[in-house]
């Protein structure tokens, strides 16, 4: 039985089963699956690169676990997107399920995070949502016509 934490995209933590990458693969619902290790190598977080609407917005929740396991600093951790999976792995590399101390050791972790990250996540994560607000905005647009002009009529 393995069991993992699946971070919606919209907030909450579920725990979970997962017997495979394939199952891994669904729960993320994508195919195009990437995964980053914590730096202990006890976590494992795997994420789509999906560009599906649905899927553009910051997974906090799961962004936040990936600062408070890895190197990475608020300024420098990846913004994760969509669902996100944080499984473990065995010593031959395959997938394997969280163990009631690594789900403790989650929560110790995820008090490290400091009123200066939270600060610091907060502003980039407004200036991402501005930006993929610009695109958006940029993409549905409707096409300037120049005042006056006339179009060729055959007849």
């Not at 553009?56 to 990936?66: D, G, I, K, M």
């Not at 490290?112 to 991402?128: A, F, M, W």
């Not at 501005?130 to 005042?147: G, I």
């Amino acid at each position: 039985m393995n069991t993992v934490l699946y971070f919606s995209p919209g907030g909450p933590v579920y725990e979970t089963r997962a017997y495979s990458k394939s199952d891994i693969a669904e729960l993320v619902q994508n195919y195009g699956l990437e995964s980053l290790t914590s730096a202990d190598r006890q976590f494992d977080f795997w994420f789509t690169p999906s560009t599906r609407h649905c899927q553009r917005t910051v997974n906090r929740s799961a962004t936040e676990t990936l600062l408070s396991t890895t190197g990475f600093t608020a300024k420098t951790v990846p913004l994760l997107r969509g669902g996100v999976v944080l499984a473990t792995h065995d010593s031959d590399g395959d997938l394997d399920g969280l163990s009631w101390q690594q789900l403790d050791r989650l929560i110790t972790l995820s008090s490290t995070i400091t009123r200066r990250d939270d600060r610091v996540l907060n502003r980039r994560i407004g200036r991402d949502e501005r930006r993929q607000q610009r695109t958006l905005d940029a993409h549905e647009a409707p096409v300037p016509t120049r005042a006056g002009a006339q179009h060729a009529a055959r007849h």
